[in-house]
């Protein structure tokens, strides 16, 4: 059974650009989460998507904003980059929304904004 | 709000040593809680899980206890293999409100050394 596929996994990107990256959750699996990680601020929730629509949304400007696909596949962007958005963005898919559902991660994208 | 602590790292062993990470936690009713582990460059692995008080999740070595009454989840294996060098993340997430959102500690960095 495939896990969870993040891509690209690296990323460099210049300040005031924007960045797409892709989440494919695990097969059957219609809940997707993300996440930045970063030394100072550790993992923080940004936003979850299940059956295409935004269930909850962490404490993150407008600039980051995602979607969901109807084949559960999620993309997050994020607008006018800053330096202090490069993180490593890690994805996580889940069977349902139950609060005591395994969260399955993937590898993650590193973004590093210069 | 539901927060996670967990005890600061780095923590430094010997192979076959015992390991203790300690990890409270602050909730509105009756959160879910996990450990996860990260090995460098990945993604975060589940390592053992509780959804509710008193359950004890265990994996590979590793156990770990559901205390309401002292609002801990310890993370504990008997002896650590230089192969457990990872970071670990205690977590929550709340079963009301039907989402999975994860609530991380800050993690706790454990090197094993042979």
């Known amino acids: 059974k495939a896990g969870v596929t993040q891509t690209p996994r690296y990323l460099i990107k210049t300040r005031g650009q924007q960045v797409t990256l892709s989440c494919s959750p695990i097969s059957g699996h219609r809940s997707v989460s993300w996440y930045q990680q970063t030394p100072g601020q550790g993992l923080q929730f940004l936003f979850e998507y299940f059956s295409e629509t935004q269930r909850n949304k962490g404490n993150f400007p407008g600039r980051f904003s995602g979607r969901q696909f109807s084949n559960s596949r999620s993309e997050m962007n994020v607008s006018t980059l800053e330096l202090g958005d490069s993180a490593l963005y890690l994805c996580?898919?889940?069977?349902?929304?139950?609060?005591?559902?395994?969260?399955?991660f993937g590898q993650g994208t590193r973004l590093t904004v210069v | 709000g539901n927060s996670v602590t967990q005890m600061e790292g780095p923590v430094t062993l010997s192979e076959e040593a015992f390991l203790t990470i300690n990890c409270t936690y602050t909730a509105t009713g009756y959160p879910s809680l996990f450990w996860y582990v990260q090995y460098p460059g990945e993604g975060l692995q589940l390592l053992l899980k509780a959804t509710k008080a008193d359950d004890k999740g265990s994996n590979k070595g590793f156990e770990a206890t559901y205390r309401k009454e002292t609002t801990s989840f310890h993370l504990e294996k008997g002896s650590v293999q230089v192969s457990d060098s990872a970071v670990y993340f205690c977590?929550?997430?709340?079963?009301?409100?039907?989402?999975?959102?994860?609530?991380f500690g800050a993690g706790t960095r454990l090197a094993v050394h042979p």
């Open positions: 996580a898919s889940s069977r349902t929304i139950t609060g005591n559902t395994e969260a399955f």
């Open positions: 977590a929550l997430t709340q079963v009301s409100g039907g989402y999975n959102k994860l609530i």
